[in-house]
């Protein structure tokens, strides 16, 4: 169970390459509309070293991609580019070789670098969870339609989607304040844990803005969603 563990400690470092790869991969676009099966093949070695075992085309939302599975010297991975952009799609390790390096767990600022990488919005919080004996990072990511909350497993950097308060525990007023004045720079004059009837458990917040306006505000307490956003009128 433990050298099980530790093989999937590893995939995360390996996931952190892909911040490298943005950078190398725009050598091979150059001035075409879509990377070629031979610069796909050449991206991969280069940025990651080892041998090419096998690439194949494949349809996806995303539009046409390359499945390319290579193997360096700390295992086989298998990648997914995206033939119009050259981006990444996903990357994930397939085998670990036996003398391969173990590392400890993904770190905050690694797991922000990454979640930028390959998640669109603004990062509204990251905190340490344990679920199931499994280390993650919660975090929400804001877009201009909707908040979303995620789970981002520490061993092997794996990301999925997170139903919005499904959490046993709720967050604590000094996250819940973090959240609000990030969204609304001020100073919290009031802080509550309340029940609402139609957001369920939430913190009640009075804000004094920086531009001398009271705002009141609701934070989903097992998510940290701000659910309402209340200003003072005139």
């Known amino acids: 169970m433990i050298v099980n563990k530790k093989l999937l400690i590893?995939?995360?470092?390996?996931?952190l390459f892909?911040?490298?790869?943005?950078g190398v991969i725009a050598v091979y676009l150059k001035n075409t509309d879509s990377i070629t099966e031979t610069e796909a093949k050449e991206f991969a070695v280069t940025t990651y070293g080892g041998t090419i075992n096998s690439i194949s085309e494949k349809k996806a939302e995303e539009g046409d991609i390359f499945n390319i599975v290579f193997e360096n010297n700390t295992g086989t991975y298998q990648m997914e580019l995206?033939?119009?952009?050259?981006?990444?799609?996903?990357?994930s390790l397939q085998s670990l070789k036996n003398n391969a390096a173990i590392s400890g767990?993904?770190?905050?600022?690694?797991a922000t670098a990454l979640i930028k990488e390959?998640?669109?919005?603004?990062?509204?919080t990251i905190e340490e969870t344990v679920q199931n004996k499994i280390p993650y990072y919660s975090f929400i990511i804001k877009t201009d339609s909707s908040e979303?909350?995620?789970?981002?497993?520490?061993?092997?950097?794996?990301?999925?989607?997170?139903?919005l308060g499904n959490s046993s525990e709720y967050i604590s007023q000094e996250k819940a304040k973090e959240i609000a004045l990030k969204e609304i720079p001020g100073k919290v004059a009031?802080?509550?844990l309340e029940e609402d009837d139609d957001f369920g458990l939430v913190y009640e917040l009075e804000i004094d803005t920086?531009?001398?306006?009271?705002?009141?505000?609701y934070i989903n307490a097992y998510s940290g969603v701000i659910e309402s956003i209340n200003w003072e009128e005139d």
């Open 118 to 124: 390959q998640i669109n919005g603004d990062l509204l």
């Open 10 to 15: 590893t995939a995360a470092c390996i996931l």
């Open 105 to 110: 767990l993904m770190q905050e600022n690694e």
């Open 210 to 217: 920086d531009h001398n306006k009271e705002v009141k505000m």
């Open 82 to 91: 995206i033939k119009k952009t050259g981006k990444i799609l996903s990357l």
């Open 18 to 22: 892909v911040l490298l790869a943005v």
């Open 190 to 192: 009031e802080i509550e």
């Open 148 to 163: 979303q909350a995620y789970l981002l497993n520490r061993q092997t950097g794996d990301i999925t989607k997170e139903a």
